[in-house]
């Protein structure tokens, strides 16, 4: 690929998304949504008749939905045929009077589906590093793609998109992989072992938590 135009093949950016009722909160802060994690998107229509892109996680459950504006300008992407990817960047929580509402980023990448060996290689680096904690910026030109796509495996970038800045009324459940999600990985791709050690380690926690509950004379 060569003398490449990343316009042409190729669109990263962040993007915030909403949810719609506590039970997707509960999913988002759960294993099946791992910060890293890449999904797809799902168009439906929105109360007012409105396309609207639904993210869909690795497990095929809706999580979260684009604004109106966000989902008209993903439509673009879409008509052109291109495929459109998302790795979750953070999870957040608002807390309101009457409500309190589950939030967050994602890196939404689209790209010419003619370039998926090489654009869906640097992907997998790319939601690696999301993984780590570290926020990578997607907007790539294309000197920047050519050399992501050229060794995509190796890929590293000192370009760090920082988080948003929240109220007093917000917290971050979630910015980076933890080693228990690291450990569900292992055993999701039948690593028996890891497996056993992941449960070990959720066992090791409730017995922590007990313990600290009867050195405060709880029970």
């Known amino acids: 690929m060569t003398s490449l135009n990343a316009r042409d093949v190729y669109f990263g950016t962040y ?16 294993p099946d949504n791992a910060i890293g994690d890449i999904g797809t998107i799902e168009w439906d229509q929105d109360a ?8 869909i ?15 008209y300008n993903l439509a673009v992407y879409q008509a052109k045929g291109w495929t459109i990817r998302y790795v979750l960047s953070f999870v957040a929580l608002t807390v309101g009077k009457s ?31 999301m993984g780590e ?10 000197d920047s ?13 000192t370009q760090k998109i920082a988080l948003p800045k929240f109220g007093s009324d917000t917290m971050i459940v979630k910015d980076h ?27 090791l926690l409730v017995l ?4 600290v509950l009867h050195l405060l004379g709880l029970f």
């Open 133 to 142: 904690g570290f926020r990578p910026n997607p907007d790539l030109d294309s």
């Open 177 to 203: 992989r933890t080693l228990h999600d690291k450990l569900l990985d292992k055993a999701r791709s039948r690593n028996l072992g890891c497996y056993i050690i992941s449960w070990a380690f959720i066992a």
């Open 15 to 30: 993007l915030k998304f909403f949810t719609d009722g506590k039970k997707y909160g509960a999913a988002l802060s759960g």
């Open 57 to 71: 996680n690795p497990y095929s459950i809706r999580v979260g939905h684009f604004s109106p504006a966000d989902s």
């Open 48 to 55: 007012n008749g409105r396309q609207q892109a639904w993210l």
């Open 99 to 129: 409500k309190n509402d589950y939030w967050g980023e994602v890196a939404l990448i689209a790209y010419n589906p003619r370039h998926e060996d090489e654009i869906g290689a640097f992907l997998k680096t790319f939601s690696k590093r």
């Open 145 to 157: 793609l050519e050399r992501a796509i050229a060794d995509p495996t190796s890929w590293t970038t």
């Open 208 to 211: 922590a938590a007990i313990y």
